[in-house]
């Protein structure tokens, strides 16, 4: 029987087991052969052999770490070597973009950032590629051997194909940015939302750790959520995000640039939070910030309190909802909102306790994210999940 078994589902198996083995190393290192073999539950033969082809790889080695070794001689164990490993991290704003080198630990080497903007007769792809190519001119001594490339953008994108198929910011159709940059470096390319990619680096090293169950809401300009139901992204293979800011709030609301109309990011998106704050409190002299919002709400201003109470409440009826259908650990919210998070996180709190299974809503707790909505971290996030699905550590020992 095992003679019909096809090569891809092997090669799937080994793919999983190498990531699982590589994923242990990092997370427990140095860790002796014996307690990898207990944790990954596989046997010891295969755990040598698996071993001795990462480190011939380069990608782990061995180490002596105080413990207790046969007759007292010093343990053997094994940690990630992530020495001379590199990648590269793109993270792309509105009008901004950031471009990072870390190692395989995901420690940053370097990152930068500049003004993002798409001149007259240039195309999306030439200003991304000059930048690139710009950050490698100026970083060539610090540059080893480079691995990957991983780009967040908050954009329709298809993660699988590599290829984003609008933004909202800048004039994209159907860029098949991927296959381009692969067939430019010769390396493998990770594309992703930033909400989903921001939601992996959350249960990879953030507030999401060691949740099976989560769901991430974002509540900035944008207002988006990433949901992990039993360890996996939903939507991650496709090109879909989980629009929750496009749920109609205001049926005779403002039009949304979705087409719609009262969509919940017309609402609370916090463009339009500081706009309804600012015609609330005519009495402020200069603009508004949202520091400076909330600021005000620290301070006790009820007018502002009673801005951040709606918003709470407009969130935690659609989360109650939410709740109910995926029974999360975990909500995570990424918002500059979170500085008020002691009038901000009761609200919803309650809305989802009056309103979701009171089994569902007594073990959910509401936490804030550890990350901001800043940085390189999740497109590192990219790197390290597909280090520990395998997949990366396949195409790098394959050279
Ligand atoms: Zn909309």
Known sequence: MSVDVQPSHIDQIKQTNIGL?????DQYGPISRIALSKKAKLAPASITKITRELIDAHLVKETEFPGLGFRGRPAIGLKVDSEGWQFLCIRIDEGRIVIGLRDLSCNLVVEEQFAFSVLQGHSFLDCLVDKIDNFFLRQQATLERLTAISITINAIVDPINGVIHSSPYYDIQNLPLGKFLHQRTGLPIFLQHGIAAWTIAESLYGAGENCQDLIQLVIDNNVGAGIMTAGQMLHAGNHSVVEVGHIQIEP???????????????????????????????????????????????????????VIYDVGERIGRIMAVMVNIFNPERILIGSPLNSVKHILYPVIQQQIAQRSLPGYSQQVEIVATQFDNTGTLPAAALIKQALYNGELLIEIMQG
């Open 252 to 306: 005779d609301g403002e039009r949304c640039y979705c087409g719609n109309i009262g969509c919940l990011e017309t609402v609370v998106g916090l463009k339009k939070v500081l706009q309804k704050s600012y015609f609330l409190t005519k009495g402020y002299s200069g603009s508004l910030s949202v520091d400076l919002l909330c600021q005000s709400a620290i301070d006790g201003d009820p007018l502002i309190t009673e």
């Open 21 to 25: 083995v590589y994923r242990l190393i």
